[in-house]
């Protein structure tokens, strides 16, 4: 039994992947209270400002969010009494709009930039209004290093205690940095021959040189320079194509019962394909699975399987002969 919602963050189950013969386990992050592994990062982030006593009663919290983030912020501003406010991207999905307006947030919705330092960005808009609204926290995902700490403190030590320090290979999508630096420094300094993997998405900022093009994986993809994304502690980082992640959805949740977002499906494919080349019998690779699939069924990424995408196949191919 727990006392509050917030002391059931984490402890999220640790899952072998079937259908492969290396030892691969993914995290179960979708498991937690507010549906990803941000919740993690926000709890961190809220609990060190109230030390500092940046937030008190009656506070207001504001950020910038694709989603995840700015959910399990709500979700923890709820609980706490906090107004929250969240900045986003018109380009949000329908489910995450709606989750956040469900736990209350208030939500401010700005046109896609094709940067985030971009002055009419959703980032630069929660920034300004920060600096306009006195008595308001801006826990700022994206920029502030405490998002690594998060996973250093919390998602670290419970992959090192549930895989008993057998670990060799960790698997994680690349966004902001925080969960492959915080995780990746915590296994390092336990096991320095540990191989900590990020996973970007092919088109992003870092990946094109500053020439980013679109992508359709939500949830990952380096896109700013930021302090929060610690290279010291990467040995490699795999990149993933939309053709390469998503075709993938519909199997995981069709023949595995995994029904994660695109981002999770992304680190699957780096994750075996690696595997399939670099791993040995006996190692054991643990991957991160972000967030759960309801976040993005307004989509079609589930649907390209299901017996009715078949027999409407099927009929089109009667139909073209």
Known sequence: MQETLLHAIGNTPLVRLPHTSKKLYAKLEYLNPGGS????????????????????????????????????????????????????????????????????????????????????????????????????????????????????????????????????????????????????????????NIKVIAVDAATSYRATNGNPQPYAIEGMGIDFNSPVLDTEYIDEILLAHDADALPLLAQLAQQQGLLVGPSSAAVAWAAQSYAAEHMHADDVGVLIFGDSGRAYLSKSFYTTNTPEARSKEAQNSLTLV
């Open 37 to 192: 592994v941000k919740d993690r990062s926000a709890l961190f982030l809220i609990m060190q400002a109230e030390r500092r006593g940046q937030l008190k009663p009656g506070s207001i919290i504001i950020d910038a969010s694709s989603g995840n983030q700015g959910i399990a912020t709500a979700m923890i501003g709820a609980i706490k009494g906090y107004h929250v406010i969240i900045c986003v991207s018109e380009k949000i999905s329908a489910e995450k709009l709606a989750t956040l307006r469900a736990y209350g947030a208030e939500v401010r919705i700005f046109a896609a930039t094709d940067y985030l330092d971009d002055p009419h960005s959703y980032h630069a808009q929660a920034v300004a209004l920060h600096q306009r609204t006195p008595n308001s926290y801006m826990p700022d995902q994206y920029f502030n290093p405490e998002n690594a700490l998060a996973h250093y403190h919390l998602l670290g030590p419970e992959i090192w205690q549930q895989t008993q320090g057998t670990i060799t290979h960790f698997f994680a999508a690349a966004g902001t940095g925080g969960t492959i630096s915080g995780v990746g420094r915590y296994l390092k300094e336990r096991n320095a």
